[in-house]
């Protein structure tokens, strides 16, 4: 397996030169022998890199939990300069087991979890922390090395080193920015999994062309009373600014709230979190969930409490949003973001251009988009990716773009009703079915082992990984 894998690593480093994402000249990683020992812990401190943070006293049954982190370089293309830890958590249950790359996409989970395919296959798992997260971030932290490809080769580097210690099947997975992160790496180093499960995925390949955006948000739901609701909320919280304001101003000052860094004004703030509210309502919220919705004539305490609620009113102060900057940066550089017209908002904004990445930012991380990496993701997995999962919810407005794989061994489902929580439990049964085989055919798992079919698929277990997300991300680039 790890042979395998190094053999790709050439190819695709040469097909991302080509495209000019990254210099030429990067030598392939390659992972020392790693000395065998009977215990697992003694065979990860033995891997080149890692260190073994600690391990806890009581995981969860069946397994050993550990913290981890492996020495990355800040720049593959340059691997003697600069390097910081990379802390990701490994779930050990046994090394004749496939084991689960999960990407967060994000920070660490703070505790042991099982992801959906981790819990289908019964296998390892590890979950990793994205680059520039804290404290995944070097110091000082050059923010041009904050891309795709050098995400994807730190996650490379990863299974590169743990490969010769879990030689059996790998399966990438992760939700919404995670899902995106788990496309990428698949992208640039085909090799190195098995096989993908993607969750809940955006796909902005034309950041500029967001009109299925705004045709979501005409269509969404059954009800065309709550998406009315909806527009009316947010038309009332600016109609009544100066009331909402108070209310805000109050609110920050009794959770020492501050908009200094980012927004550098309460009233911009506010308006941002104005615009997310229909969008969080349908990302996190349901059809049945419509009946919460306060109409036009609440009171402004009865607005303000349903938008904090949905959207979060401390979200976009700088307490909120800048442990958040290395996603917005990725979002502004490359990944994109949803532009929506919010015409049934005409005349009551302030700020024109305000729904966007850099927005989000401080200004000194602030940057233009560059849409071809996005470009080429689509166009490579639309032609050339095989053995990729995708799973979207109806009603999630992440869902509004998708990836759409090729015919090799690929597939995309949408579970009913579903929002940016969907997953192979929430499909249809043939569906449901249909995913579940397909990810253990690809881990090399003819059936459940411990648990049964319907158990597996219906018992959650800890915190899934759709929920490792931060809840206030409306934009998982």
Known sequence: ??????????????????????????????????????DIADQLRAIPGLTVVSESATPPAGYRFFKLTYNQPVDHREPAGQRFEQRFQLLHKATDRPMILHTTGYNMPANAFRSEPTRLVDGNQISVEQRYFSPSRPDPADWDDLNIWQAATDHHRIVEALSPVYAQKWISTGA?????????????????????????????????LDGAYDKFFDTV???????????????????????MLEKYKAHAAADGMTFDQVFGDIDKAFEMVVLDTAWAFWQYSKQADCATVPAATASTDELYTFIDNVSGFSFYSDQGILPYAAYFRQAATQLGWPSLTFD??????????????????????????????MLDIDAWVRTRSSEMLFVYGQNDPWGAEPFVPS??????????????GANIAALVPAERDAATAALRRWAGVASPTVQSQSAD????????LD???????????
């Not at 698929?457 to 899934?464: F, G, K, N, S, Y």
Request: proline share 8%.
């Open 467 to 477: 929920r490792a997300e931060p809840r206030n991300i409306r934009r998982p680039f």
């Open 221 to 243: 739901g059954t009800d065309a009373d709550c998406r009315a609701r909806l527009d009316g909320v947010q038309r009332e919280a600016l109609t009544r600014r100066s009331e």
């Open 176 to 208: 919404s920015k995670g899902g995106m992160t788990s496309v990428y790496h698949r992208r640039f180093y085909p090799g190195d999994v098995d096989g993908v499960v993607a969750y809940v995925a955006p796909n902005d390949k034309m950041n500029r």
């Open 1 to 38: 397996m790890l042979i395998r894998r190094s053999r790709t690593l050439a190819a695709t480093l040469v097909a991302a030169a080509a495209m000019g994402l990254i210099a030429t000249g990067v030598s392939p990683v390659t992972a020392a022998p790693v000395a065998r020992s009977a």
């Open 344 to 373: 049934h908002l005409n005349g009551l904004t302030k700020y024109p251009g305000l729904y966007q990445a850099n927005s989000s930012l401080p200004p000194a991380l602030r940057e233009r988009h560059d849409p071809r990496p």
């Open 457 to 464: 698929l219906t018992v959650p277990e800890v915190t899934d």
């Open 407 to 420: 015919g090799r061994d690929s597939f995309t489902y949408t579970a009913p009703g579903a929002n940016h």
